[in-house]
């Protein structure tokens, strides 16, 4: 079993859609989730970051992290054609940097105008 | 100049060639990192550097060799490379190797003919 599992897609959605975008993992010492959006050619960008379970709200984003259920989410509402990109979950345990962190594989979004 | 540069943006090389990669980071951060991006897996973490120590280095091939010369420095010298380690390598950087945070670079594109 892969410790983070995430779909590729690509996810296809209209302009002003909300977007619902999802891992789970199976590691319970992850603590920290992260995710980041990466554009073509660029290299990924932190999003938003959440520490333990809960919600995080950051404009039209928002991360939810239900530990028990070892998933993780973000909404994006009124989506845009800007927000098309990959989208990569990430996550790592308490004090856990040297390891670095834990990606999912990225899920690729298209928002049609 | 700000953020994590990465030179060249784009590389092909024979497989008896020798390369480096270069990464800069300007954010006086104190750990740097190597990431591997292939289509459709997720992130590999290569190398870990901590105080320009290395503390990671994830049963990588020795036809990678890292160097980290000063904290605001990392490479990755390349030589007798294979067709599959064709890829997008990130460089990233953090405040220590704190849980969340990095900031990537816009990687170098690698293939090797």
């Known amino acids: 079993q892969k410790e983070v599992e995430q779909d590729p897609g690509p996810l296809s959605v209209p302009e002003g859609a909300i977007v619902s975008l999802n891992c789970t993992y199976s590691n319970s010492a992850f603590q920290y989730f992260m995710w980041y959006r990466q554009y073509s050619r660029k290299g990924p960008e932190l999003l938003m970051y959440?520490?333990?379970?809960g919600n995080k709200e950051d404009g039209r984003f928002t991360a939810q992290v239900d530990k028990s259920s070892k998933y993780i989410s973000l909404f994006i509402r009124d989506s845009q054609p800007s927000d098309s990109a990959t989208y990569l979950c990430a996550m790592s345990p308490v004090g856990g940097g040297a390891d670095g962190l834990t990606f999912g594989k990225g899920t690729h979004l298209i928002i049609q105008p | 100049e700000t953020g994590v540069t990465q030179t060249p943006r784009h590389l092909v090389m024979g497989m008896t060639n020798k390369k480096s990669l270069k990464c800069e980071q300007h954010?006086?951060?104190?750990?740097m990192y190597w990431y591997k991006q292939s289509a459709k897996k997720p992130l590999e973490l290569m190398f870990v550097y901590n105080f320009k120590e290395q503390t990671e280095n994830n049963s990588v091939p020795s036809r990678f060799s890292p160097e980290c010369p000063n904290s605001s420095h990392l490479f990755l010298h390349l030589h007798t490379l294979q067709p599959e380690d064709s890829a997008l390598y990130l460089c990233?950087?953090?405040?220590?190797?704190?849980?969340?945070?990095?900031?990537f670079g816009s990687g170098t594109r690698l293939t090797v003919v």
């Open positions: 990233a950087s953090s405040q220590e190797t704190v849980n969340y945070g990095y900031t």
């Open positions: 954010l006086g951060h104190n750990a």
């Open positions: 959440t520490y333990s379970s």
